[in-house]
């Protein structure tokens, strides 16, 4: 049956806490509605964040957030249906938002590594990203080293 999903689950002493590995050919409708319920159920411990625009207020998954960055002196969340904008200080959103999941790439922007599609090193020594959503944005100087170590530390 094509819709079937294979689960094993691997009971290991090493493990504090548990880790999901999906095989596949490539990613699907299927794949993203697993990752989706995965997250869902893990997300407990990461609110979501309340975006307003126009009169309305949402509140955003950490999972659906692109990045968060001041715009003049606004606190803008961009996602991929939109831009919302914050009461919260960048500070106050980077203290809720999932360590795993986001980095801060300057004084005025957090990224969500889940929605970057390539990093650019020029020969300078700056680093670019382009993000999913086509949005191209640098990590700031003092924060190279870091963007380096991680992307070492996903190598692995």
């Known amino acids: 049956m094509k819709n079937m999903v294979d689960i094993d689950v ?3 002493d090493s493990y504090t806490d548990p880790k999901v590995a999906i ?3 490539s990613r699907t409708r299927q794949v993203e509605n697993i990752i989706s319920a995965v997250e869902n159920v893990s ?3 990461y609110p979501t964040l309340a975006g307003y625009n126009d009169d309305r207020i949402e509140f955003l998954s950490q999972r659906d957030i692109v990045r ?3 715009e003049g002196r606004k606190i803008v969340i961009q996602t991929d249906a939109g831009q919302y904008y914050s009461n919260k200080s960048l ?5 809720v ?3 795993d999941r986001f980095i801060r790439i ?3 922007e957090i990224i969500n590594l889940y929605k970057v599609k390539c990093f650019e090193f020029n020969s300078a020594g700056t680093i670019g990203i382009e993000l999913e959503n086509g949005c191209k944005t640098w990590v700031a100087r003092s924060r190279v080293k870091a963007i380096r170590e991680l992307i070492k530390s996903q190598e692995k």
């Open 43 to 45: 997300e407990n411990d």
């Open 68 to 70: 968060v960055f001041t």
């Open 106 to 108: 300057s004084q005025s």
């Open 97 to 99: 938002l999932n360590p």
């Open 91 to 95: 500070s106050g959103i980077g203290d």
């Open 10 to 12: 691997i009971i290991d």
């Open 23 to 25: 095989y596949t050919k």
